[in-house]
């Protein structure tokens, strides 16, 4: 099979096979495409458009010169076509299909054949259009799609390899189901959707009123009837096919609305608000999963950003940046756990910490908001999640899944944990290790990366653990997770981190032990709500100290940021290379030290940054490394291997894009050489999707002799959501081009 091209043979050119047929047939898989249907005028269209490069007139001559059979004809007819293949010697072929319903498929195959051929695996594209024939078939329909494979126990891994293979040359996603699973998941988000559709406007096309009600029908009647152009043969087979899975369905939609119409007719506004707002809140979630990015639908709506970055410029006036990220998660966790009603201001509306709200509404916990930074979180109390009904998407958002790994592990129910691609990547045996040693039930993928699948109603025990990594978020998630376990959770870190979990777990009245590195807490006790006042974020304020640093003419202070001493690192290396930072209006609100920040321009020098500090500014190093190609002499950075497993390589990213604008920067295993002191030349730059090389690089433009142009900077949403606004108006140029 390896050496000739794979010949495949595409039983029925509707708009999913003609579609298969269009996509393989133009990608790098090696193969000759063949189209058969019963209609002849369908298998012409297919060959003068391009579609197949052979059409053939029969099924048996089609198959006998095949290696892979695709079935795309609707599910009735699919039986039929069985039966037919059924006659045929099938033998080293792979037989595979494209319908909506699985279980009846494995049915037919089972009297068919007598069992499921061992080389037949059931397929499904979630893809298509409402739609229909070849002449709607379009290359790339597939593309970042998801496809669902179910095979059976007995299907040949060489079978499941190659048809992954297809649908992966197509651009597409795949993803193994049980059959069963496939067909009840499906009547929900598929079947339900398309039968509503249907049925509406039949209903008010039956209304003697019809012709003024669809006159005055507007863009909300559309968007929700869309799919009723739908081909009514394919859904009525899907109706017979999925016969059980849809009734399920229907029924609780009817519970559903008649929950709807009840509140309706007893005015029950409090019913409707809070069906409406969890709808809406999980309509935008769903949407974040689908384009497979978090939450600020607003930013990603155009897909990937650019950021062009005009030279020159000055730092001016005051800012307030947005809300502390970790402060903010934690917020939310704590608050949702709590026994009564957490009021939060100054929440960070951005993509990451929107993702552990979302996750815990998922649980069933009751959030109103984020209103302008204002969230109400109506605590369940330590036992009181509930198993959500899906995997929870954290998107981009390490801290989310690492500190509720904890958490997740401790809870009396199943839960998986997912993430964007960037997350997907990121390594948790950190925190799953020594949760495995506390007792918990933890499955990874190869490496100790996500999704986590953390299997409920484990005991867990405390342990003492020697963490062998400064890290606050392994700190943390063994803490929460430590709050269930039997006995004393200890743990002594290796540097100093960030200790916003042990200061808002004393705020909701949980006390933990601080003895020098050693921080422990007794499990079985409670949280008691309280408000939480959340300073702006120093490591987004951060952006903008060195922007004032390095543009001549600056002078600028920024509002009520924070500065717990775990996190001010790089305010003491910039005050090492010399920049002019001031401190005023020092306070603490809600036991964390906030204070203005007054940032006027000065000359930098280059320095070996101690190594100490590195824990203390470990999400600043991006802006530092630019703050460094700006300092007079070389900046030497060590001792930080961690920033190769943020949300991207950030050694690498930076070296690459300072590389791009001519700055001399050496990576190295644990940081950067960097020879500072010439000005940044124009270029492009890769962000790899992370937020903070996005900003970093804005920032260089202050210093750049021609135009920068960063690409992927949507992600910036997920710490700063007003990054250009407050950037330009600050005094940096910059604006926000398509793609
Ligand atoms: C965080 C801890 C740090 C930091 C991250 C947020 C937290 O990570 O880089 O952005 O909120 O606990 P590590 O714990 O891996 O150092």
Not at 84 to 94: E, N
Not at 345 to 365: C, I, N, P, S, Y
Not at 370 to 375: D, I, M, Q, R, S
Request: one cysteine or more; proline letters at 4%.
């Amino acid at each position: 099979m390896n050496d000739k091209p794979l010949s495949i043979l595409v039983v029925g050119l509707g708009l999913i096979g003609g579609s298969f047929a269009l996509s393989i047939k133009n990608s790098a898989f090696a193969c000759k495409v063949s189209g058969f249907d019963l209609s002849s005028e369908s298998v012409a269209e297919a060959l003068e458009q391009g579609i197949i490069d052979q059409g053939v007139d029969s099924l048996e001559s089609g198959v006998t010169q095949a290696d892979v059979v695709m079935l795309s004809v609707p599910m009735l007819a699919m039986e039929k076509v069985l039966e037919q293949l059924s006659g045929f010697d099938l033998t080293g072929k792979v037989v595979t299909d494209v319908g909506s319903c699985k279980v009846s498929l494995v049915r037919a195959a089972e009297r068919i054949f007598g069992r499921v051929p061992t080389n037949l695996l059931p397929g499904h594209p979630i893809a298509g259009s409402e739609k229909s024939g070849v002449a709607a078939a379009k290359e790339g329909l597939f593309k970042g799609h998801k496809v669902i494979i179910t095979p059976l126990p007995d299907t040949e891994p060489e079978v499941i390899s190659l048809v992954r293979k297809l649908w992966q040359a197509c651009g597409a996603e795949v993803n193994a189901m049980d059959v069963q699973r496939h067909d009840e998941v499906l009547a929900l988000t598929s079947h339900l959707p398309h039968l509503l559709a249907f049925s509406l406007v039949d209903t008010l096309a039956g209304n003697p009123e019809n012709q003024d009600i669809f006159r005055y029908a507007a863009g909300g009647f559309r968007d929700f009837t869309r799919i009723a152009g739908s081909d009514p043969v394919m859904w009525h087979d899907v109706a017979v096919g999925n016969k059980d899975a849809i009734l399920t369905a229907l029924d609780q939609f009817s519970a559903g609305v008649e929950n709807l119409r009840q509140a309706i007719i007893q005015q029950d506004s409090e019913t409707m608000l809070g069906t409406f707002e969890r709808a809406r809140a999980a309509r935008n979630h769903f949407a974040s999963m689908l384009e497979r990015r978090a939450y600020m639908t607003k930013e990603l709506e155009n897909g990937s950003q650019t950021y062009v970055a005009r030279p020159g410029g000055s730092i001016t006036g005051e800012l307030r940046v947005p809300g502390d990220k970790s402060i903010s998660h934690r917020s939310i966790m704590l608050g949702a756990l709590a026994e009564g009603v957490t009021e939060v201001e100054g929440f960070l509306e951005g993509e990451d910490a929107l993702a552990t709200l979302q996750a815990f509404r998922d649980m069933g916990v009751n959030i109103e908001g984020p209103h302008e930074g204002k969230v109400t979180i109506h605590g369940v109390g330590m036992k009181g999640l509930k198993q959500p009904v899906g995997p929870l998407y954290l998107g981009n958002a390490g801290t989310a899944m690492r500190l509720m790994a904890g958490l997740m592990s401790a809870q009396d129910f199943d839960v998986t944990l997912t993430g964007d691609h960037s997350l997907s990547g990121r390594p948790m045996g950190r925190v799953v290790n020594p949760l495995r040693d506390m007792g918990a039930s933890i499955e990874t993928t190869e490496g100790g990366r996500p999704p986590l699948v953390i299997k409920g109603g484990q005991k867990l025990k405390g342990i003492d653990y020697d963490m062998p990594m400064a890290s606050a978020q392994v700190q943390s998630c063994l803490l929460l997770a430590g709050m269930y376990a039997e006995g004393e959770t200890a743990t002594v870190a290796p540097g100093i981190v960030r200790d916003h979990t042990n200061r808002m777990l004393a705020g909701f009245g949980y006390p933990v032990a601080v003895e020098g590195s050693r921080v422990a807490i007794q499990g079985g006790g409670a949280l008691t709500a309280t408000a939480i006042d959340v300073p702006s974020d120093i490591s987004s304020a951060a952006f903008f100290m060195v922007a004032a640093s390095i543009a001549e003419g600056s002078d600028l202070t920024l509002k009520h940021v924070g500065i717990n001493p775990t996190r001010t690192g790089v305010i003491d290396i910039l005050k090492l290379m010399g920049a002019d930072i001031t401190l005023s209006n020092l306070q603490t609100v809600g036991g964390e030290p906030v204070a203005d920040i007054r940032i006027k321009y000065a000359p930098l020098k280059g320095i070996n940054i101690p190594e100490e500090l590195v824990p203390l500014a470990i999400d600043e190093f991006p802006v530092l490394f630019v703050a460094a190609a700006c300092a007079e002499g070389e900046t030497l950075l060590t001792g930080a291997e961690e920033l190769r497993v943020k949300e991207s390589d950030r050694i690498q990213s930076m070296a690459d894009g300072m590389a791009a604008l001519g700055i001399d920067a050496q990576a190295k295993p644990d940081g950067m050489l960097i020879k500072g002191g010439k000005p940044f030349g124009a270029g492009t730059v890769d962000s790899h999707g992370d937020h903070r090389i996005a900003m970093a690089f804005a920032v260089a433009s202050l210093r750049s002799e021609g135009e920068i142009r960063i690409l992927d900077c949507a992600n910036v949403a997920t710490s700063f959501p007003n990054f250009v606004k407050l950037a330009t108006r600050a005094g940096l140029n910059l604006v926000v081009s398509g793609n």
